[in-house]
């Protein structure tokens, strides 16, 4: 029978954190009632929902932090589309100016 027991050590993989899983391999069978094998089991599965809980919350609060920049970047899209649009209206008059400037010499 082996028995999964979770270790200290972390891995990285990318950017994730992943706990290393031990295998321990029991010897003597006989020796370790059910009851026992049943809280270690216990104990194992209670550590992995835990791991499990701190990566989701990991993965939500990285996904709300992401999603505030990705509305601070999107508002600050949006005033440089408005200036953009602004610079594009003062160019279309000053042209306007030129040409009648240009018209008016012609006249003159």
């Known amino acids: 029978m082996y028995v999964y027991s979770i270790g200290k050590g972390l891995k990285l ?3 994730q954190k992943v706990y290393i899983i031990h295998i321990v391999y029991l010897k ?17 599965l209670f550590s992995i929902r835990k791991m499990i809980q ?3 919350w990991q993965r939500k609060n990285m996904q709300t932090q992401g999603g505030e ?4 970047l999107e508002a600050q899209w949006v005033g440089l589309v408005s200036k953009n649009y602004e610079i594009e209206q003062a160019c279309v008059q000053l042209e306007k100016e030129v040409a009648r400037l ?4 012609k006249n003159s």
């Open 13 to 15: 993989y990318g950017s």
């Open 28 to 44: 003597d069978l006989q020796a370790v009632s059910v009851e026992t094998r049943f809280c270690i089991c216990s104990l194992n």
């Open 54 to 56: 701190e990566i989701n």
């Open 69 to 72: 920049k990705l509305r601070q």
């Open 102 to 105: 240009k018209m008016a010499d």
